[in-house]
């Protein structure tokens, strides 16, 4: 689903979501999600706890990530939703999105991931990773301002829109679409993928670097490079 950035992408998830349990009658009111997760995600779902919902903030451990058993043990029969980041925007960590994708099938809920710093730093296959919907911005990958995209799994493709006005993207987002945009997201998207210029840069820096005498510096958690 095309949107206007991420934020409005992690909206689209995170109310959509609410407003689908709302519809089908889902008894489900529980959220949780990491307390160092984006602002793009933390006020919606801040909104959605002043709205009938209970929200569950989890803190993250010394090292910035999640403790997947702390992760497992918040998500309970009344669980409709955990949004985690992929790679967290001020320290780079990143997040176990897969082990937690397994935790919340294994409760029968649904993961939202804001992937906006991971996108074009690493693979990013919404299959391969296991969750349900995935947000991703245009102009973190080189493409321009304006326009980001929501991922949507099979089974989460019921999501109602939260813009309303027209019947765009299969009837998720109103308006009509800013076509220019949308390609130069697509050329971003095309020019990471033919060649990883992020990955060649670092290598030349870290070339550099040792040429010069520096020692390797070694992170206790899993960042991007």
Do not use: Y
């Given at each position: ?15 959509g ?8 009658g ?32 989890l ?37 176990p ?7 919340c099938?294994?409760?029968g809920?649904?993961l ?18 296991g ?6 911005s ?45 390609a ?14 992020l ?17 390797p ?9």
């Amino acid at each position: 689903v095309f949107t206007s950035g991420a934020t409005e992408a992690n909206n689209l998830a995170l109310k959509g979501v609410a407003e689908a349990a709302w519809e089908r009658g889902d008894p489900r009111r529980g959220l949780v999600t990491l307390a160092s997760e984006h602002r793009a995600v933390l006020d919606p779902l801040q909104w959605l706890s002043r709205h009938g919902f209970r929200l569950t903030v989890l803190p993250v451990e010394a090292d910035g990530l999640v403790d997947p058993q702390r992760l497992a043990a918040a998500i309970g029969p009344d669980t409709r939703l955990v949004s985690v980041m992929a790679a967290n925007n001020e320290t780079g960590v990143l997040h176990p999105i897969a082990e937690a994708a397994a935790i919340c099938r294994a409760h029968g809920a649904l993961l939202h991931v804001d992937a906006v710093q991971a996108a074009g730093r690493m693979p990013i296959r919404l299959t391969e990773l296991g969750c349900d919907s995935i947000a991703i911005s245009s102009h973190k990958i080189g493409g321009p301002m304006g326009v980001g995209a929501l991922l949507l799994a099979p089974k989460h493709s019921h999501i109602p829109a939260l813009i309303r006005g027209g019947g765009q993207e299969r009837g998720r987002r109103g308006g009509t679409h800013a076509v220019p945009a949308i390609a130069g997201f697509a050329a971003a998207v095309s020019e990471i993928v033919a060649e990883d210029r992020l990955g060649a840069l670092r290598d030349m820096v870290e070339s550099a670097a040792i040429a010069a005498g520096a020692e390797p510096v070694s992170v206790d958690a899993p960042r991007l490079s």
